[in-house]
T-cell receptor
Framework: EAGVVQSPRYKIIEKKQPVAFWCNPI?????LYWYRQNLGQGPELLIR????????DSQLPKDRFSAERLKGVDSTLKIQPAELGDSAVYLC???????????FGDGTRLSIL | GIQVEQSPPDLILQEGANSTLRCNFS?????LQWFHQNPWGQLINLFY???GTKQNGRLSATTVATERYSLLYISSSQTTDSGVYFC????????????FGTGTLLAVQP
């Protein structure tokens, strides 16, 4: 079974530029999550999708962050414009519904210059 | 909000040694997972263990939900066990948001 696939693996951009991350969850997993992990800390949830519906986006900075999961499968997380403080690892996870184990992708390491 | 504390924060072991990592949480939880984040940043599922005991090779875990703690046992440690170990919980009656603990940084020396 293929795991959660994320791309790109690394991204370096200048501040104020836009950036996008892509995630393809494990086949059949209807719940998808985006987390952000700052250096030396554990991941923190940004947004959770049940199929194509965003059911928890309370931690997503909506002034510059957006996400979509149009067909209820893969998802894109966007930042526009990026700020220096956005440097972090962005992790995608998926699960087969609620109260099921979450499986993580390898993440995208974002560096803002 | 819920507090998820892990101990010890750092641990250095000689290859072959055994260790116990602890995770304490301050509120009732639905689920608990243990992860290993390797030096390349990959977050690997170890156990999904809301209660009881599970074993997988050299690793085992026990969660006592009524006393709000979980333990991860590593036996005969290897250098590839190095990295950060996180426990993460989801709250009872809440969304499926994983709340990660403070982590234990493990270094296994040859």
């Amino acid at each position: 079974e293929a795991g959660v696939v994320q791309s790109p693996r690394y991204k370096i951009i200048e501040k104020k530029q836009p950036v996008a991350f892509w995630c393809n969850p494990i086949s059949g997993h209807n719940t998808l999550y985006w987390y952000r992990q700052n250096l030396g800390q554990g991941p923190e949830l940004l947004i959770r999708y049940e199929n194509e519906e965003a059911v928890d986006d309370s931690q997503l900075p909506k002034d510059r962050f957006s996400a979509e999961r149009l067909k209820g499968v893969d998802s894109t997380l966007k930042i526009q414009p990026a700020e220096l403080g956005d440097s972090a690892v962005y992790l995608c996870a998926s699960s087969f519904g609620q109260n099921q184990p979450q499986h993580f992708g390898d993440g995208t390491r974002l560096s803002i210059l | 909000g819920i507090q998820v504390e892990q101990s010890p924060p750092d641990l250095i072991l000689q290859e072959g040694a055994n260790s116990t990592l602890r995770c304490n949480f301050s509120d009732s939880v639905n689920n608990l997972q243990w992860f290993h984040q390797n030096p390349w940043g990959q977050l690997i599922n170890l156990f999904y263990i809301p209660s009881g005991t599970k074993q997988n090779g050299r690793l085992s875990a026990t969660t006592v939900a009524t006393e709000r703690y979980s333990l991860l046992y590593i036996s005969s440690s290897q250098t590839t066990d190095s990295g950060v170990y996180f426990c993460a919980v989801t709250l009872s009656g809440a969304t499926n948001k994983l709340i990660f603990g403070t982590g234990t940084l493990l270094a296994v020396q040859p």
